[in-house]
């Protein structure tokens, strides 16, 4: 970390600092929730959770290492400083803030219902060409994974990407409050968390509180290709630029040839320059990702070699669109989360292999009142894309299971209520050689699916 003491954090929060004064010059060197992860230095975040309450470990940080805690309650033998708060959750936010202003670097702000965390990774992978880059990780992007990921910047860093992640009114703008974005990334307004923002024009009313909290020069870049976000014509005085796979966009690709494990083959376009470029990941919908780093580049400076480089070192991270090649099958992990949207285009990308193709599908969480209908509808999608075997698997996905039935006679369908009664019929099911999707939302814990396929 940046030089940050405890008389900072203590100020930034508004906290009462308890324990010799001559700590208060002490620089902090990590922030940390986990007790596991506590360092020399370390302030320790005393949060009670649902099933574990953090103060019961202030003791143990302290031996380990940690500096100081951040508390709602003073702890019973404190062996060093304490900052007691109303809220640790609050609390930690308002110091995020405070260490965010302690850098004057690009940060890209990143959200959207499909796709921030392979945009994140593709707009840190051009950016990484220029500068020395700092990025979420995992699934840090809500209201204590944000603050978190911005205390792993350091002296070092030259620009960050951070992605944001939300689920109801507000969430964007106290988010955006601490990231203080200089430039803005939004990719998609899909169906997702409808049973909070009621439908997509509250997704982009939400998604867009971003802009509430920008830097006064900020850069906005839009998915032209959304409906919603192509309304946008200037926020703030500030005129947003688009792109997307329609050459109406500023940023457009043309030439769009999707070579199955191989990668995708395109032409970037802006300007009057294209670049031609080879993306290795599955799916066409990665182009529009690669546009929008592109763009995010362009804006940074970067030059036309080094955005091709930035684009063709792109690599996919966790459970998404991952191919792995098991012994019996080809299994495409696309197993993190699930929403319409980001279903279809992974059904489109199973589309496009050789070979019989197979889609293990589970229920998508919190669509509110359409859910059934929207559930329906991903059914029916994967009978027209061709897709020879629907594997639907969870109370919701039944509706998957008769979308399909209704739009085919041809595709094998089948409905399981439970990942494990699937489990004891997939391997009667599946084929040597088959190309295997699986997705649903996390809840579902599809990655038990994915490991059971490895072994068979």
């Not at 700590?23 to 060197?29: E, G, S």
């Not at 990590?30 to 959770?49: N, P």
């Not at 020069?217 to 959304?226: P, S």
């Amino acid at each position: 970390m940046k030089k940050f003491t405890l008389k900072q954090v203590s100020e930034a929060c508004n906290g009462k600092f308890v324990g010799d004064e001559k700590y208060l010059n002490y620089p902090i060197t990590s922030v940390e929730r986990d007790s596991r992860e506590i360092k020399e230095g370390s302030l320790f975040l005393a949060i009670k959770g649902a099933r574990v309450d953090g103060h019961e470990f202030i003791e143990k940080c302290y031996e380990r290492g940690a500096v100081c805690a951040l508390c709602e309650k003073a702890p019973e033998n404190p062996q060093k400083p304490y900052i007691l708060v109303n809220s640790t959750l609050e609390a930690v936010k308002q110091i995020a803030e405070s260490y965010r202003q302690l850098f004057d670097i690009p940060v890209i702000g990143i959200s959207g219902s499909v796709g921030k965390t392979s945009t994140k990774e593709m707009i840190a992978s051009v950016l990484s060409q220029k500068f020395k880059v700092h990025k979420t990780t995992g699934n840090l992007n809500n209201e204590l994974g944000v603050p978190l990921t911005l205390f792993g910047l350091e002296e070092e860093h030259q620009a960050a990407v951070i992605e944001m992640g939300i689920s109801n009114f507000g969430e964007m703008q106290r988010i955006s409050k601490m990231v203080k974005p200089t430039i803005c990334v939004i990719t998609i307004i899909g169906s997702c968390h409808l049973e909070n923002l009621g439908n997509r024009d509250g997704v982009l009313k939400a998604k867009t509180e971003m802009f509430e909290n920008m830097t006064d020069n900020a850069k906005i870049i839009l998915n032209g290709d959304d409906d919603k976000l192509n309304t946008i014509k200037e926020v703030r005085g500030i005129k947003p630029e688009f792109y997307g796979l329609n050459s109406d966009n500023k940023y457009y690709a043309v030439n769009i040839k999707n070579n199955g494990t191989k990668g995708v083959d395109c032409t970037l376009c802006f300007d009057n320059t294209k670049l031609n470029v080879t993306i290795p990941a599955l799916g066409n919908y990665m182009v529009s990702n690669a546009l929008a780093a592109v763009a995010v580049g362009k804006a940074l400076g970067l030059s036309d070699e080094q955005l091709i480089s930035g684009v063709e070192s792109y690599k996919t991270v966790g459970s998404r669109a991952n191919l792995i090649r098991a012994q019996k099958v080809t299994i495409i992990d696309d197993c993190y989360n699930a929403n319409p949207n980001s279903v279809k285009a992974a059904v489109d990308t199973l589309a496009n292999f050789s070979g019989r193709k197979v889609a293990v599908l589970g229920d998508m969480k919190e669509l509110g009142k359409t859910e059934l209908q929207l559930h329906n509808e991903i059914g029916a999608y994967a009978a027209q894309k061709g897709i020879d075997v629907v594997v639907a698997i969870g109370p919701l996905a039944k509706e998957i299971y008769t979308g399909t039935k209704i739009e085919s006679s041809t595709a094998q369908t089948f409905y399981y209520e439970t990942v494990e009664k699937a489990q004891e019929n997939l391997k009667e099911i599946l084929q040597a050689g088959d190309i295997v999707l699986v997705k649903a939302s996390h809840s579902m814990q599809f990655e038990k699916i994915v490991n059971y396929l490895k072994q068979i």
